[in-house]
Structure formats: C-alpha cells, structure tokens
C-alpha cells in the first residue's frame, strides 16, 4: 500500500502541478520534498491555487493544502 500511495504523491505533485507549475509561469521557483512543494513568499497563492485545481481535476475533490 505504501508503494502505491507513494506512487500516486509522485505523479500528482511531480507530474501534474509542478509540470504546469514550469509550463505556465517557468519564472516560479519551485521545489519538491516528497508530497511538499516550496516557493518563495510571493507566488505561494498562486502554487496554492494550482495544487486545489489540479486536485480537483486528479481526485475528484480537493486536498487539504497547508501554508508553512
């Protein structure tokens, strides 16, 4: 089960919104940690949003996104 899940974080966070992340705005720096993705202070709503459409789009539901 872990592998799968594992496998699924991956393809969401790297294969769908970092992938639109680079493809629609390249300018945003972005960097990946496991299921986290961390940017710089002025484009967090923007990666926020992406991660709540994406979801949306990937599950069928939204994900519970937390600022740190």
Do not use: N, W
Request: overall charge negative; aromatic content about 12%; cysteine-free.
């Amino acid at each position: 089960i872990a592998y799968i899940t594992q496998e699924i974080e991956s393809d969401f966070v790297l294969g769908t919104v970092s992938k639109r992340i680079v493809s629609d705005r390249p300018e945003v720096p972005i960097f990946t940690i496991h299921d986290a993705i961390y940017t710089t202070r002025e484009h967090v709503e923007y990666v926020y949003q992406v991660m709540l459409e994406e979801s949306l789009a990937y599950f069928g539901k939204t994900i519970r996104v937390e600022e740190e």
